[in-house]
Structures are given as structure tokens and as C-alpha cells.
């Protein structure tokens, strides 16, 4: 299904691009070379310490409380729940992202950085696969073109 509102396609396309840097992410820890993984892991910090961030705080802000007024608040309560779960997972694994990216992990931490890395990936798959069935289909019910005009706008001046 491709979305029809603009908020949507922007949510759909950044949902894509997170799930192909959390397998490249996934590969290189698994196999790569010490330069891969510091290229990687600077690419990762950006998403933790940016791209998690700008993103759920859109939804929670701007998205969720509609959802909630139109009747949809559990799944709303549902998915917040998740970006907890996932911003948890961030905080421990950005100053290990840090390091990584800086060439700068110790032996000891890599294992750490993987164990993260791993749990990472399986909260964040499976939420933006939820987000992408029940989430953007409905803002494509829920916004009206106008307030999909003005959501657009504000999430990318954000």
C-alpha cells in the first residue's frame, strides 16, 4: 500500500531508511571491517541521537492526540509504549555508537554494542511494521488534506 497524505509518505519513507541502515547496521557489526563499523556506527549515532528523536516526538506530539480524539488512543497508548522501549535501547547504545564511531571502543564494550544493536533492531522492526499496517493507514482516514498541508510543513521545518 502506498500512502496517500503527504505526512504519511514522509513517516513511510523515513520508516524505510531506518530499516535499511538497522541492516547495514546489522551486517557490518557481524562481519565488517574496523573502518566499516566506524563508518557505520556514525551513520547509527545520527539516528539515535537524531532521527529516533525528531521523529517520535512528531508522532506523540502532533499524531497520537488526534488519534486519541478520533477513538483510536489505545493504539496511540500502544505505540508510545514502544518508542519508550526503543528510546530505552538508544540510551544505552549511543555512547557506545560514540565510541565505535570515534575508533575509540573498547574490546570489552563490542559485545555490548552488538547485544544492543540486536535488540535494537528487533523492537524497531517490529514497531515500524505495525506503524506501516495499522499507523499510516490511518492518517490516511484520519487528516483531511489541509491539516496534512500544515503537519507536513511543521514536521519538516522540525
Given at each position: 500500500?502506498?500512502?496517500?497524505?503527504?505526512?504519511?509518505?514522509?513517516l513511510d519513507d523515513e520508516h524505510r531508511a531506518h530499516?535499511?541502515?538497522l541492516n547495514r547496521a546489522e551486517q557490518v557489526l557481524g562481519r565488517g571491517s574496523a573502518a566499516e563499523v566506524a563508518a557505520l556506527a556514525a551513520s547509527l549515532l545520527h539516528h539515535l541521537e537524531h532521527d529516533i528523536g525528531r521523529h517520535f516526538g512528531f508522532e506523540e506530539t502532533q499524531l497520537f492526540p488526534a488519534m486519541a480524539e478520533a477513538g483510536d488512543g489505545d493504539?496511540?497508548?500502544?505505540?508510545t509504549e514502544e518508542h519508550d522501549s526503543i528510546r530505552a535501547v538508544a540510551d544505552e547504545l549511543t555512547p557506545l555508537a560514540r565510541a565505535a564511531a570515534a575508533g575509540a571502543l573498547a574490546p570489552a564494550a563490542s559485545a555490548a554494542l552488538k547485544r544492543l544493536l540486536v535488540e535494537l533492531v528487533e523492537r524497531q522492526v517490529a514497531h515500524i511494521q505495525k506503524e506501516s499496517m495499522a499507523l499510516l493507514p490511518l492518517l490516511d482516514d484520519l487528516l483531511d488534506e489541509e491539516?496534512?498541508?500544515?503537519?507536513a510543513f511543521a514536521y519538516a521545518a522540525a
Open positions: 500500500m502506498t500512502p496517500s497524505r503527504q505526512v504519511s509518505r514522509c530499516l535499511e541502515l493504539l496511540a497508548a500502544l505505540l491539516t496534512d498541508r500544515q503537519l
